[in-house]
């Protein structure tokens, strides 16, 4: 399922007026400097590769000074012998901002608040995610589905964290009208987790039909590209809210991030092209960010944007199925 972003155009400006070195990607994020407003999506952890996985990438974004999430600490948490596969991630990134992250089904248990501390406690935090992941569960084999009483969990975190809580969908996107009940809630930033990148559904799919589960096998095939595409899911909630908008889903390129920031990101996270890259070596990694970097930054010199703000700021034409969505929804006129 596309993301939207092949229906998005920034428009060429062919006398930017500007000198392509002097262009600034710098940004700021709950306090931390960013040398882009890009980010490696949380992916893994629970096992000794992800370990590995979570040292090199805690390396690149130490040295590249962008921040990253690590994956869900359900397991680290049950099982205290597993921690280090995520502290991994802070050992080798001292300064960088790195997000927590545990899922609605472990929130809403009795000791909900405690699990989430401790999630933000084993690799120091400065920020959780609280992963919205219930089209994933639904189709998992072992999926928890109990999300009754997550918003008002979400509320009582945003109280007592020390640090910003944010949500974060898995593939399927966040419409308006959730955005507008966590922020009400006291969340301070929304990762949308659009339709386009990793169907989970799909790999749901694919696991039940490994173990002759065909009715979880259906569901996942039912569900396949259920969900909001990353672009239109940025619109939503961007020109609902006033949170830090993180959009992931699909991002590929630097093209995709500056489309992202013209849309209403503040940023936006890259994961499977970095799963792909870090499993080959740390500094191949590396090389693809800072690639996606140089994307984003000749984007904004061909639409004469000095800084992020005016690329924000800047004209931008939507069309085909992303204007259908955002007429329909009276996101545009």
Not at 118 to 126: E, L, P, R, S, T
Not at 146 to 170: D, H, M, N, Q
Not at 204 to 211: D, I, L, P, Q, T
Request: charged share 20%; with cysteine.
């Amino acid at each position: 399922m596309p993301t939207g972003f092949d229906d998005v155009f920034l428009v060429h400006n062919a006398l930017p007026e500007i000198d392509r070195e002097d262009v600034d990607v710098t940004t700021e994020l709950f306090g931390h400097k960013l040398a882009a407003p890009v980010m490696i999506e949380s992916m893994t952890g629970g096992t000794p590769i992800a370990a590995k996985i979570n040292a090199a990438l805690g390396k690149v974004v130490e040295e590249l000074q962008i921040p990253m999430g690590v994956g869900s600490q359900r397991a680290a948490i049950d099982d205290p012998r597993l921690a280090y596969t995520f502290e991994a991630a802070r050992e080798n990134a001292p300064s960088a901002l790195i997000f927590a992250n545990i899922g609605c089904p472990q929130i809403v248990k009795e000791d909900g608040i405690d699990r989430a501390k401790a999630a933000v406690d084993m690799i120091k935090a400065g920020g959780l995610f609280v992963h919205l992941n219930a089209l994933q569960e639904s189709v998992q084999l072992e999926g928890q589905t109990r999300f009754k009483g997550a918003l008002a969990r979400i509320r009582e975190l945003a109280s007592s964290l020390s640090v910003p809580v944010l949500v974060k969908e898995t593939g399927a996107g966040i419409s308006r009208e959730t955005a507008l009940s966590v922020e009400r809630a006291g969340v301070k930033g929304i990762n949308i987790g659009g339709l386009g990148g990793t169907s989970w559904a799909a790999v749901e799919y694919h696991r039940a039909k490994e173990k002759n589960r065909s009715p979880q096998a259906r569901l996942g095939m039912a569900f396949w590209d259920w969900g909001i595409p990353t672009a239109a899911s940025i619109v939503e909630v961007a020109r609902s809210t006033r949170v830090k908008v993180l959009a992931s889903g699909g991002v590929r390129n630097g093209l995709h991030v500056a489309k992202a920031i013209v849309l209403g990101a503040h940023c936006a996270g890259l994961a499977l092209p970095l799963l792909k890259s870090v499993s080959r070596s740390g500094g191949t990694a590396k090389d693809d960010l800072l690639a996606v970097i140089e994307e984003l930054r000749t984007a904004m010199f061909l639409t004469g944007s000095r800084n992020l703000d005016q690329l924000h700021k800047g004209p931008v034409v939507i069309t085909g199925r992303t204007r259908e969505w955002l007429v329909a929804r009276g996101l545009l006129p």
